[in-house]
């Protein structure tokens, strides 16, 4: 093997503390590689890695012996083994999860992540994409273009690395031909121009060989371009494009180490800032002047993007985590309604209506994500009409928040405009997006600011209002044990109102079926509804099913604490089948209805109900008087 490697600096030699000081100046260039399965992502780096005297004499040992062991390239190094770590990698004999390695030249800095080509894993693969400058597509000369070419390339697009490298790999399988390799640039060249790819480079390579890597190769003479390391060295990280925005700057958390001390500490997304600077928090709007930039090797002058900070305040203003410091006269927006791209990484498929954790920079919000308008098909860049989104869809959605959150569009900002979906149940990551623009309704619709107040009305009826949630399956006597705890209210003089399920399909929710989304779209119709009673100082009895916790927990938020009753009515599944009354259960066992609860579709219990009930116990009337002296006080 010809050792093509850098030759150190002989400054290192001569002055240490300026070779020092050269290589912590140096910049950093964060890439991925990425491609289908075998495309060599994986021996690329690798060699990569050995080329910048990046191995150590212990682990080329050990690189030797596990190549002979468990290598794919006979007795010769196996270079991918120095980033598969995993034994499930070494063992299948590809790349499963994302792995980060460092390495440095004499001219720059490096931190690559090498990133999965199966389908299965294309969720590390966007995770690997969401911090990197730039893109290296490898795409085996053998077999071409393939889907999982296109669909990191469409994501590395859509994530807003404008910096691509084709890096056509394994030149040496195909005896470094020419025509092959112009046949896969031109068909690349067509793709990449549907999907909004303006610019990339492409080269020949061969990682195991380490063609085209280091320095250009003999095999090629036909490729006049510069070898692989080189442009990484040059290309330009677009920093100061950066640093010429507006200042933006999300707040990680409040700096309070003792009295005498109040800043704010973050990374600077965008922009410049000096003491005196004129800035805004945003959502509160509130001005004050920076009187000083801390760190914590002293005070600064300026700061710009990409540094983390901590930025102090001549005023005492509100600030906390979530909230982002901006430039006084050019502030971003702020909204609740979204259009978005949506990426989605779980098995489980997107449930439209669901509420999901949105973390966007340090805020986190409760957002519902609207059915998709339509997803998109990397292989025909088509607009395939879908109800969800499955496992590595990629579709765009309209998001809805609970609150007003600050935002830039994904293609000014991807810190203010970039967001994760976390399911609220396992805490699980289950999707990625951009944020396209604020919907229009968003900003026209403003909330009406009215004189009788919520308590002004709960007064009048000299009660405290309640939603008193009664959940449990069909048959358990939801519906009648309400019906009772109403007449006893009633007979104390206590303004209420029941909403049965099976009465509010009739009106409200009669476009409703009782698919998983229609079920949740019906409990949100009814908690928004139960709010708007509540707000009028009703007490309010609603009796449904309502079987996911995730929505009964979503009712539970709109509501100021302690106004939410869920109330479990604790029946065994065969004891309300037996009782039967509408003959639901009979028909749900012969199959003549589809997605019944308990039957074929889940019933998530309450795991810390309020108020349990166990009918198999109690009477209507005994589990009513329960409840009433459970939710005394009303007054």
Not at 623 to 628: F, G, K, L, N, V
Request: with cysteine.
């Amino acid at each position: 093997m010809t050792d093509t490697i850098y030759k150190t600096d002989a400054l290192i030699a001569e002055d240490i503390d300026s070779y020092l000081e050269t290589h912590q100046h140096k910049s950093l260039l964060r890439f991925i590689t990425c491609g289908s399965v075998d495309d060599g992502k994986s021996t690329l780096i690798g060699r990569l890695l050995y080329d910048s005297k990046m191995i150590f004499e212990d682990q080329l040992e050990a690189l030797q012996a596990d190549s002979k062991s468990v290598g794919t390239q006979g007795q010769e190094i196996d270079f991918a083994l120095l980033v598969d770590g995993l034994a499930a990698e070494r063992e299948q004999g590809i790349t499963i999860d994302v792995a980060y390695r460092f390495f440095s030249t004499e001219k720059r800095k490096f931190i690559v992540a090498d990133c999965p080509g199966h389908e299965q894993y294309t969720r590390n693969m966007v995770t690997g994409a969401s911090t990197a400058d730039l893109a290296v597509i490898l795409i085996d000369a053998r077999k071409g273009v393939l889907v999982q070419t296109r669909r990191h390339s469409y994501l590395c697009n859509l994530v807003g690395i404008k910096n691509i490298v084709l890096a056509v790999n394994k030149m040496d399988l195909i005896d470094y031909d020419q025509a092959k390799y112009d046949e896969i640039v031109e068909e690349y060249t067509a793709f990449a121009n549907e999907i909004g790819i303006d610019n990339f480079t492409a080269m020949p390579i061969s990682g195991f060989k380490g063609d085209n890597i280091t320095d250009n190769s003999a095999n090629t003479p036909w490729y006049k371009g510069e070898p692989l390391m080189a442009h990484l060295e040059t290309v330009n990280l677009d920093l100061d494009a950066s640093q010429s925005r507006p200042l933006r700057m999300p707040v990680q958390w409040v700096n309070r180490p003792n009295l005498d001390f109040r800043g704010f500490s973050g990374q600077i997304a965008t922009g410049t800032v000096k003491p005196g600077d004129e800035i805004r928090v945003l959502p509160s709007g509130k001005t004050s002047t920076i009187s000083k930039i801390v760190t914590h090797g002293g005070n600064l002058e300026e700061a710009v993007a990409g540094q983390s900070v901590t930025l102090c305040f001549d005023d005492e203003i509100d600030c906390s985590r979530g909230d982002v410091i901006a430039t006084a006269d050019n502030p971003p927006e702020s909204s609740d309604q979204f259009e978005t791209t949506i990426v989605w990484m779980d098995d489980t498929a997107l449930i439209p209506g669901r509420a999901y954790w949105l973390k966007l920079g340090t805020q986190m919000v409760s957002a519902t994500v609207h059915e998709p308008k339509y997803s998109v098909d990397v292989n025909t860049m088509q607009h395939m009409a879908t109800k969800t989104l499955d496992l590595n869809a990629i579709g765009v959605a309209e998001i809805a928040t609970d609150k007003p959150i600050v935002f830039e569009s994904y293609a000014d900002n991807r810190t203010l405009g970039g967001f994760i979906l976390i399911d609220k149940i396992s805490n699980a990551t289950v999707g990625a997006g951009m944020l396209h623009f604020s919907l229009r309704r968003a900003q026209n619709v403003h909330w009406q600011a009215t004189d009788i107040t919520r308590e002004a009305h709960a007064d009048l009826k000299n009660q405290k209002p309640k939603v008193l949630w009664f959940t449990g399956l069909s048959g358990s006597g939801k519906s009648t044990i309400a019906n009772e705890v109403e007449k006893h209210l009633n007979m104390m003089n206590r303004h209420t109102f029941l909403l049965d399920g099976d009465n509010v399909r009739h009106g409200l929710n009669k476009d409703l079926g009782f698919t998983e989304a229609d079920r949740i779209e019906n409990i949100r119709r009814v908690g928004e509804v139960a709010k708007l009673m509540t707000d009028a100082g009703l007490i309010v009895l609603t009796a449904f099913i309502s079987p996911f916790r995730a929505e009964r927990n979503m009712v539970r938020a709109m509501l100021p604490e302690s106004e939410f009753v869920e109330i479990f009515v604790d029946t065994p599944l065969e004891v309300a089948e037996q009782r039967d009354v509408k003959g639901l259960y009979k028909k749900a066992r012969a199959g003549e209805l589809k997605n019944f609860t308990g039957i074929d579709s889940p019933y998530e219990p309450p795991e810390i109900p309020d108020i349990r009930v166990n009918t198999v116990e109690m009477t209507p009337v005994e589990a009513a008087e329960y409840i009433i002296r459970q939710i005394a006080p009303l007054k």
